[in-house]
């Protein structure tokens, strides 16, 4: 249909496209044969320049033939290319009609079928040839214009594609080799050694940014510093006091020193609730649209490799009740039943849905989870067209990796109150935050006293507040 379609595009012949159909009858006005004519609206066409076109060669009217069967079934055939739909008969000499996934009116008037694309009207006169039977094939010479025409088009638009880099992202710990055998961290032992107060998945973690940063987390808080992308799947950075050589293996991302080994895994946020689940390593954001921000998604993931999209929302809980939301959801959406799953101690209400998306229906596995004041919910587009049992093994191993990792504090200004009795190094003050709060917080940056009164900031490091200096020269009076 490629050739076809770049045809209608080029001389602005919209025939096609429209909406699931109910029975008709032999009897409607719209079932039969019909025959390319004349268009109105944008681009008109006359029947009599329709004609002179085919004394040129491009004979139209038998090369554009749309069938209407009585049970609602249709065919367009487009220059020897066959379209299957559907349609319906409203029963007031108007209708519509189904091809490709999308809906347009049609009606029929003075013994003309008319198709309504908006801004152009289609206009077909009965045929004595069925769209089945129509031979008419693609103009050598209308070939060669559509080939004009997408040469144009890819000349004067050219296709930009954004490369990004697979190492974007947030990662986190996922095991540890090293030359010493009593050092190794497997990743089958992270479970036990958080529940000792050892969570390397938590606190050990990486991020690399798209301006050029990257952040390296451990228990002592975090450092940051440049890297640079070698397009060859190999960075190094700096971090932990080494230096490493990066890349992805098998999906980790992997970092070696020396005989040191360290593996991460990649993590996405679902939304702001602090819930993070890990995913294939070539999972990349995609574009959340205004549409689709309205309709309170905050992120969604696509990958090159895998054909299963996921999309996360995130929106106010305004005093419902999960289960009773999610039911009310599921039947909005067509599924009549709702089931609980737990995956790490976090139970995930979910519900299966049939969706349409660019002419292809697909399952859409919808889990939603009380996240304090809103509800959060990832969503996983199944198996589509070509997709289908990886799709449902990679649902279940991205849940079961949910965890909850409690967002830090946002950065907070205030002013010294007074320095803490006691405490000589790291100095320990007492800071009244804009927001009313009393903080106890660290300076950890100098060695002069910081006098009542002075603006500082208090950042969320490893756990406590650090104290930083507002104006860094005002200790200095």
């Keep these: 249909m490629k050739k076809a379609l770049t045809l209608m595009l080029a001389v602005c012949i919209c025939l096609l496209l429209a909406a699931p159909a109910s029975a008709a009858a032999d009897s409607s006005p719209f079932a039969g044969d019909w025959k390319f004519y004349a268009q ?97 094939g693609f103009p050598p010479l209308l070939e060669e214009y559509a080939n004009q025409i997408e040469q144009q088009v890819e000349t004067v638009m050219p296709k930009e594609e954004t490369v990004v880099s697979p190492l974007i992202g947030e990662w986190r710990f996922y095991s540890m080799e090293s030359g010493d055998p009593d050092r190794n961290i ?42 640079t992308d070698g397009k060859d799947g190999a ?32 993590t996405v946020p679902i939304g702001s609730t602090g819930y993070y689940v890990a995913v294939p390593a070539d999972y990349v954001p995609g574009e959340v649209t205004e549409e689709d921000r309205r309709d309170d998604m905050v992120a969604y993931y696509r990958s090159d490799k895998h054909l299963m999209d996921f999309d996360i929302y995130q929106f106010a809980k305004d005093g419902r009740i999960l ?55 990832i969503v996983f587009w199944l198996d589509g067209p070509n997709d289908g049992e990886e799709a449902a093994e990679l649902t279940e191993q991205i849940l079961s990796s949910i965890f909850y990792r409690k967002p830090d504090p946002e950065d907070v200004n205030g002013m010294i109150v007074m320095k803490l009795e006691g405490e000589y190094f790291p100095d320990r003050y007492q800071v009244l935050g804009e ?37 860094p020269w005002a200790a200095f009076g």
Excluded at 349 to 370: M, T
Aim: proline share 3%.
């Design 40 to 136: 109105e609206g944008d681009a008109p066409m006359s029947h009599e320049e329709i004609l002179a076109m085919a004394a040129m060669g491009l004979d139209m009217t038998s090369g554009l033939i749309t069938s209407f069967r009585g049970d609602g079934t249709m065919t367009m055939n487009v220059f020897g290319e066959r379209v299957d739909g559907t349609w319906t008969d409203s029963g007031d000499g108007s209708g519509f009609f189904t091809v490709e996934g999308e809906t347009y009116p049609m009606s029929v008037r003075d013994g003309f079928l008319r198709m309504d694309m908006v801004t152009a009207i289609g206009v077909f006169e009965p045929s004595d040839m069925s769209a089945e039977n129509s031979t008419a």
């Design 186 to 227: 497997p990743h089958a032992a992270l479970p036990g050694l958080r529940d000792e107060g050892r969570d390397y998945a938590g606190k050990y973690t990486l991020t690399f940014m798209d301006d050029g940063w990257f952040k390296f987390c451990n228990f002592y808080g975090f450092e940051q510093n440049n890297w």
């Design 235 to 266: 960075v190094t950075i700096d971090a932990d006091g080494k230096s490493w050589d990066c890349t992805i293996e098998d999906g980790l991302l992997v970092l070696r020193s020396g005989d040191n080994v360290m593996r991460y895994e990649r």
């Design 323 to 377: 289960e009773e939301y999610a039911e009310k959801e599921a039947k909005e959406f067509g599924a009549d039943w709702i089931d609980t799953v737990v995956f790490n101690g976090i139970p995930l209400v979910f519900y299966i849905s049939q969706e349409q998306y660019d002419g292809a229906e697909y399952r859409v596995a919808n889990f939603l989870f009380d996240a304090g004041n809103d509800f959060g919910e």
């Design 435 to 471: 927001d009313g709060e009393m903080y106890e917080g660290e300076y950890l940056f100098g060695f002069e006293d910081l006098e009542p009164g002075t603006a500082v900031i208090l950042s969320w490091r490893n756990g406590k507040w650090s104290i930083e200096l507002e104006d």
